[in-house]
């Protein structure tokens, strides 16, 4: 049972433009939603993470919105470049737990 | 500094075949320590996760097995390999006391079972 849904599974943006990833969940006793980044070949690495007590986390170009109402989150990726050509994830999960409850990725691609 | 190692990179076995893949972390002390499997299209999935030396959570019943004979040492097994198991294999630790907030993964196992 996948307990996090994330869409789309895959997305081409041009340089410059925004990217936009959206999940949502089921448990509404999950407390913690990290995003990470995985590169071809690499392990997924953690990118930002949101408690649900805030509706928004920026860090530099990249931005977490949070709706606790709605059981949905997103990231944005503001001025996209190249580089930012990967697979992301979203994950939710209990505070006090031990396992990340993960989408099943997101394929962007940033044309230049 | 904390580092984690996972090898090897890649692996093309026989169906039928045994499996070994080693995961050691080094710079912390009893870390919690995942597998994960990675397929195409079906995300991040949690194979294993063990909080201390001997102690193993399953999270999918499955042809695989765990085992954790040292602190820092996280060993992915099977005794026979299904065309199935085939995948992407993440090795990742945690923080003891901060286990979701620490995720650190490895470089991964390109397993291709033939």
């Known amino acids: 049972q996948q307990q996090v849904k994330q869409s789309p599974q895959s997305l081409i943006v041009q340089k410059g433009g925004i990217s936009i990833i959206n999940c949502a969940y089921e448990?509404?006793?999950?407390?913690?939603f990290p995003w990470y980044q995985q590169f071809p070949g690499k392990g997924p690495a953690l990118l930002i993470a949101i408690r649900p007590d805030v509706s928004e986390k920026k860090e530099g170009r990249f931005t977490i919105s949070f709706n606790k109402s709605a059981k949905q989150f997103s990231l944005h990726i503001m001025d996209s470049q190249p580089g930012d050509s990967a697979t992301y994830f979203c994950a939710a999960s209990l505070n006090s737990g031990y396992a990340l409850n993960f989408g099943k990725g997101t394929s962007l691609l940033v044309t230049p | 500094s904390q580092t984690i190692h996972q090898w090897p990179a890649t692996l093309v076995q026989p169906v039928g075949s045994p499996l070994s893949l080693e995961c050691t972390v080094e710079g912390t002390s009893n870390p919690n320590l995942y597998w994960y499997r990675q397929a195409a299209g079906r995300g991040l999935q949690l194979l294993f996760y063990?909080?201390?030396?001997?102690?193993i959570s399953s999270e999918v019943p499955q042809n695989l097995s765990a085992s954790r004979p040292q602190d820092r040492q996280f060993i992915l097994s099977s005794k026979k390999l299904l065309l199935s198991d085939s995948g992407f294999y993440l090795c990742?630790?945690?923080?003891?006391?901060?286990?979701?907030?620490?995720?650190?993964f490895g470089s991964g196992t390109r397993l291709t079972v033939v």
């Open positions: 990742a630790w945690s923080p003891v006391g901060r286990a979701i907030y620490g995720y650190t």
């Open positions: 063990s909080v201390g030396i001997g102690q």
């Open positions: 448990n509404t006793a999950f407390d913690y």
